[in-house]
């Protein structure tokens, strides 16, 4: 929202009110997938698919701010996205992939 990861269930529909909003289904342009969604593909970094739009996003968040983040600056900015199928290694890989050092 603006620019900034939130929890949507979190969030009073009257607090999004005006702001900018983007779900995973806007990142992808004129049907080509964001950088983002493909490394995912590429890294085999989706398996259920449950927590992907949530890490997808605070990752796009995180590279918006910093664009060649370390691993560890990775797995702190996807902090609070569980994924129980993954493991994260995947989910890490594919994010450096697109923004690492
Ligand atoms: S891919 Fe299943 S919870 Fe992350």
């Known amino acids: 929202m603006d620019g900034k990861t939130v929890n949507a269930c ?10 900018d909003i983007m779900t995973i289904e806007g990142l992808a342009q ?3 997938l964001h950088p983002l969604q493909q490394a995912f593909i590429d890294h085999f970094a989706v398996q259920c698919g449950f927590c992907t739009p949530g890490m997808i996003l605070s990752a796009k ?3 918006d701010k910093n664009p060649h983040p370390t691993e560890e600056e990775v797995r702190k900015g996807i902090a609070g996205n569980l994924c129980r199928c993954t493991g994260y290694t995947k989910i890490v890989e ?7 050092k």
């Open 10 to 19: 979190l969030t009073l529909a009257l607090e999004a009110q005006g702001k």
């Open 30 to 32: 004129n049907g080509k």
């Open 61 to 63: 968040a995180l590279l």
């Open 94 to 100: 594919a994010i450096l992939a697109v923004g690492g």
